[in-house]
T-cell receptor, first 114, second 113 residues
């Protein structure tokens, strides 16, 4: 596979355990946040999103928490599976003059130990 | 499969050359975004088009340009290529602009020798 970063933070988790991936965002004016999963050799894949008027959102096996006070976002994956092994990116969207830009974090590599 | 297609999958060229990357968005999506992913810079937003018009510009070099055609497909043109332009280039599309999910294509891997 291909590497998307030489110095990515890495999280190793035992299969079946819960995973928590953290992200600090930079712009207090950002009002939309997304988590993406990128498997080796593929494009980023949407996992879950959250708007700034919420502090928690749940999907299937995933939960996103947003703390606007400290500009922190986290992704929780329940019962982590080998197929969850990938690089996870948080992204923040901020708007200005009618345009919207996504700024991606550096990513965290999740390795699931069978 | 996201529904976004990109061609070519791989491209190898020499410094100084010019290449064109092509993207077809998901059916019905009006917005197209281009991103560059390199080992040292991560995913960087380059430019966005919405229904044929440029909507937002990110860290796009002057040597790079893009356009979106009436059928909504988009092309990213990279000229006077340098070694440092070697990267993965992703196209993404969304239904509208802002506050909505972007669907990414499989990417084009550009290698400049």
């Amino acid at each position: 596979g291909e590497s998307v970063g030489l110095h990515l933070p890495t999280l190793s988790v035992q299969e079946g355990d819960n995973s928590i991936i953290n992200c600090a965002y930079s712009n207090s004016a950002s009002d939309y946040f997304i988590w993406y999963k990128q498997e080796s050799g593929k494009g980023p894949q949407f996992i879950i999103d959250i708007r700034s008027n919420m502090d928690k959102r749940q999907g299937q096996r995933v939960t996103v928490l947003l703390n606007k006070t400290v500009k922190h976002l986290s992704l929780q994956i329940a019962a982590t599976q080998p197929g969850d092994s990938a690089v996870y990116f948080c992204a923040e969207e901020h708007s200005g003059a009618g345009s919207y830009q996504l700024t991606f974090g550096k990513g965290t590599k999740l390795s699931v130990i069978p | 499969d996201s529904g976004v297609t990109q061609t070519p999958k791989h491209l190898i060229t020499a410094t100084g050359q010019r290449v064109t990357l092509r993207c077809s968005p998901r059916s019905g999506d009006l917005s197209v975004y281009w991103y560059q992913q390199s080992l040292d810079q991560g995913l960087q937003f380059l430019i966005q088009y919405y229904n044929g018009e440029e909507r937002a510009k990110g860290n796009i070099l002057e040597r790079f340009s893009a356009q979106q055609f009436p059928d909504l497909h988009s092309e990213l043109n990279l000229s006077s290529l340098e070694l440092g332009d070697s990267a993965l280039y992703f196209c993404a599309s969304s239904a509208r602009t802002g506050n909505n999910e972007q669907f990414f294509g499989p990417g084009t891997r550009l290698t400049v020798l």
